[in-house]
């Protein structure tokens, strides 16, 4: 339903409002399936009121994923006891979200730690890792406004793991672990996913079997 409140806001105020509308209804619908209008009367304002806050469509997607960046890079430096890392924008060096890139401001987290502090994280956000699904999903096609950014996040997580499980040793190479490590995060999180009232950090313990 429509809201016809035009509330004025602080602009930082209205941009949080139109990101966090903007999140629940990509997470609902994805990216081809949202609807400008829809945010905008989410948030009591006109189209062209909205556009001023984001510019464009994918000026809107660009957001959410930076605000998802610098919102996880908090929480998981705090989860592993690291002070808060600044955050590159997507156009430059994409951070991931959820992702791994704190960790590596720690002291010496190991890999377990590391993945275990990401499903903790997670587990408290499952419109935000529903979010991160259906976009990567939807980004596979090159003409998707995230397709760049999900390939740079994809290695920049291969990267980050493969560096864990380097300094943690272990019978396998880093890099194979590594993907193994990615595989099982996405697979163990789709199935949280699709079984509501499930323990996304249970699901993860009974699964990582014998990671560093």
């Not at 994923?65 to 996880?72: G, M």
Request: with cysteine; net charge neutral.
């Amino acid at each position: 339903m429509a809201r016809h409140d035009r509330t004025r806001l602080p602009a930082a105020e209205r941009r949080r409002q139109i990101i966090t509308a903007a999140t629940r209804l990509v997470a609902e619908r994805g990216f081809w399936g949202l609807s400008m209008q829809d945010v905008a009367a989410d948030c009591g304002l006109t189209v062209p009121g909205l556009l001023h806050h984001v510019g464009s469509k994918d000026g809107l997607l660009i957001a959410i994923l930076e605000h998802r960046d610098a919102e996880d890079a908090r929480a998981l430096a705090s989860l592993l006891g690291a002070p808060p890392l600044g955050v590159p924008s997507p156009s430059s060096s994409p951070s991931l979200s959820p992702s791994l890139s704190p960790s590596l401001s720690s002291p010496s987290p190991s890999l377990r730690e590391v993945c275990a502090a990401v499903v903790r994280r997670n587990a408290s956000q499952p419109e935000i890792v529903r979010l991160f699904a259906v976009l990567q999903a939807e980004s596979l096609t090159p003409d998707h406004p995230a397709h760049a950014y999900f390939v740079a996040r994809q290695q920049r997580i291969l990267d980050e793991i493969t560096a864990l499980a380097k300094a943690a040793g272990g019978p396998a190479p880093p890099e194979t672990t590594a993907r193994r490590v990615m595989a099982l995060m996405d697979g163990v999180q789709l199935q949280w996913l699709r079984s509501p009232g499930s323990d996304l950090i249970q699901l993860w313990a009974d699964t990582v079997g014998d990671l560093p």
